[in-house]
């Protein structure tokens, strides 16, 4: 049986940091944010299928949300800044990441990669459950410039204004849903998230 990279690869999510052009109080990295942003796409899901008479697939879009920066274990985490210079960067970056992946996929064991190709390959995803991942994604950036401007770290406050403007561009009623009841709690300190919920 050949060895397979894979996962050996993947493992090394933890050491691409996020953020890298800025002084960070906490330093975040592509694992952690890959879990927090699959829980988030979750909620999502599960909201627009309660809340909204949605009919998505809240496990797939969980799995697919923690593959979706899986690519940069090859590419590395390249800056907001410079991936949306302008649209011919933001599209050569694309077909980076669309090799990268590519790439992932056949490291695995030829049995396994049609069950792998659907998490990884965005191109196979639909619009709906893509919608779902990239506002977990903005939001999940949101929620760590939050964290930030609460330790006092201005270096966030412009990213703050920019996620913003991506959140409102992509809103939903899901996503309110989620702004109004979830993202409050990230102003306040354990002590204050705590008094409700003594042990």
């Given at each position: 049986?050949?060895?397979?990279?894979?996962?050996?690869?993947?493992?090394?999510?933890?050491?691409?940091?996020?953020?890298?052009?800025?002084?960070?109080?906490?330093?975040?990295?592509?694992?952690?944010?890959?879990?927090?942003?699959?829980?988030?796409?979750?909620?999502?899901?599960?909201?627009?299928?309660?809340?909204?008479?949605?009919?998505?697939?809240?496990?797939?879009?969980?799995?697919?949300?923690?593959?979706?920066?899986a690519s940069e274990v090859l590419t590395g985490d390249l800056p907001t800044p410079v991936k949306y210079f302008n649209a011919q960067i933001a599209h050569e970056y694309k077909k980076i990441?669309?090799?990268?992946?590519?790439?992932?996929?056949?490291?695995?064991?030829?049995?396994?990669?049609?069950?792998?190709?659907?998490?990884?390959?965005?191109?196979?995803?639909?619009?709906?459950?893509?919608?779902?991942?990239?506002?977990?994604?903005?939001?999940?950036?949101?929620?760590?410039?939050?964290?930030?401007?609460?330790?006092?770290?201005?270096?966030?406050?412009?990213?703050?204004?920019?996620?913003?403007?991506?959140?409102?561009?992509?809103?939903?009623?899901?996503?309110?849903?989620?702004?109004?009841?979830?993202?409050?709690?990230?102003?306040?300190?354990?002590?204050?998230?705590?008094?409700?919920?003594?042990?």
């Amino acid at each position: 049986m050949n060895q397979s990279h894979f996962f050996a690869h993947l493992s090394r999510l933890k050491l691409i940091n996020r953020w890298p052009l800025m002084r960070n109080v906490r330093t975040e990295n592509v694992s952690e944010h890959s879990l927090q942003v699959a829980m988030v796409a979750h909620a999502l899901a599960l909201i627009k299928n309660k809340k909204f008479n949605g009919n998505l697939n809240a496990e797939r879009i969980a799995l697919m949300a923690m593959y979706h920066d899986a690519s940069e274990v090859l590419t590395g985490d390249l800056p907001t800044p410079v991936k949306y210079f302008n649209a011919q960067i933001a599209h050569e970056y694309k077909k980076i990441e669309k090799i990268a992946q590519q790439k992932l996929i056949e490291m695995l064991p030829p049995e396994m990669q049609s069950a792998y190709r659907p998490l990884l390959d965005e191109s196979l995803h639909s619009e709906a459950e893509t919608a779902i991942v990239k506002q977990a994604d903005a939001l999940c950036a949101y929620l760590k410039c939050l964290e930030e401007l609460s330790a006092g770290n201005r270096e966030f406050r412009l990213a703050k204004a920019r996620l913003e403007k991506t959140l409102n561009q992509r809103r939903s009623p899901e996503m309110d849903y989620f702004v109004e009841v979830f993202v409050p709690s990230f102003n306040l300190s354990l002590d204050e998230i705590s008094q409700d919920t003594p042990l």
